[in-house]
């Protein structure tokens, strides 16, 4: 169900993705502290990326992230990447350690593998209801409904509804 949620997101983002233009992508936006739909989907991707790629070794630390530019500045590099972790992101649950800090580890604690990925999935989402803010004010851009909402909410406004 996990994965299977994380895929679903991706996909929301590959469709907002193909439906922007190159200046689209790589404008900076006022709403975002003048950053880029670029800058925040290079994010979003660089926590998923340091995940699988720590793995093996058990222990992630995102402060440690690749900064790919190329991520940032070209759409179709990203949307390859995300393909690239979607078809590697269905791995075992495994114990974890995270840890903070580049140059000195300050913080270390237990985790697991299934639990990053719900943070990364939370994460995630909270990236793009920041990209929706600067999507909004483009009238020819589509999202999905639930785009930028997280699902404890998009449940909580369903109750509500009932």
């Not at 995940?51 to 991520?71: A, M, Q």
């Not at 390859?80 to 075992?92: C, F, M, Q």
């Amino acid at each position: 169900m996990l994965v299977a949620s994380i895929k679903a997101n991706f996909i929301q983002i590959i469709a907002l993705l193909n439906q922007l233009n190159d200046d689209e992508y790589i404008f900076s936006h006022p709403e975002l502290s003048n950053a880029t739909i670029g800058e925040h989907t290079r994010h979003i991707i660089e926590m998923y990326q340091s995940l699988l790629k720590c793995y093996n070794f058990g222990i992630v630390n995102y402060d440690k992230r690749e900064r790919n530019v190329t991520i940032q500045t070209d759409k179709n590099i990203a949307i390859k990447t995300i393909d690239s972790i979607l078809e590697n992101i269905d791995l075992e649950n495994i114990e974890m350690t995270l840890e903070q800090g580049i140059n000195e580890i300050t913080f270390q604690v237990k985790t697991n593998y299934f639990r990053e990925l719900l943070y990364n999935l939370e994460h995630s989402i909270h990236h793009q209801a920041l990209i929706k803010v600067a999507v909004l004010k483009n009238k020819n851009i589509t999202l999905c409904p639930e785009f930028g909402i997280a699902k404890s909410t998009i449940e909580y406004r369903t109750q509500c509804a009932q």
